[in-house]
């Protein structure tokens, strides 16, 4: 059974800086791809950056620059550091393994809140 269970949540002043993690079972973790999304406050989901196993990353351009996507295979663990946070990160970020198409697992989503 996969599961995927996100920490590092919380609130913070515009600014700051979070990370999260993702620690991951039920999967051979360094041959999967890994992804985080969020869902800000009355909008969709969205991808914010991912990371395939050669370590190649690729984030959404509103947070290039800012946040950080990395794994640690030894730990079955995929990172978010979250720098220069703004009021507009704020929403639940979840991670994912994506399986091919639509199709992928999900955390349950840590809720991240900057305040201005």
């Known amino acids: 059974q996969v599961q995927l269970v996100e920490s590092g949540g919380g609130l913070v002043q515009a600014g700051g800086s979070l990370r999260l993690s993702c620690a991951a079972s039920g999967i051979i973790f360094r041959l999967n791809a890994m992804g985080w999304y969020r869902q800000p406050p009355g909008k969709q989901r969205e991808l914010v950056a991912g990371?395939?196993?050669?370590?190649?990353?690729n984030y959404a351009d509103s947070v290039k620059g800012r946040f950080t996507i990395s794994r640690d295979n030894a730990k079955n663990t995929v990172y978010l550091q979250m720098n220069s946070l703004k009021v507009e990160d704020t929403a639940v970020y979840y991670c994912r393994v994506p399986l091919g198409g639509t199709a992928g697992y999900w955390g349950q989503g840590t809720q991240v809140t900057v305040s201005s």
């Open positions: 990371i395939i196993r050669s370590g190649s990353t």
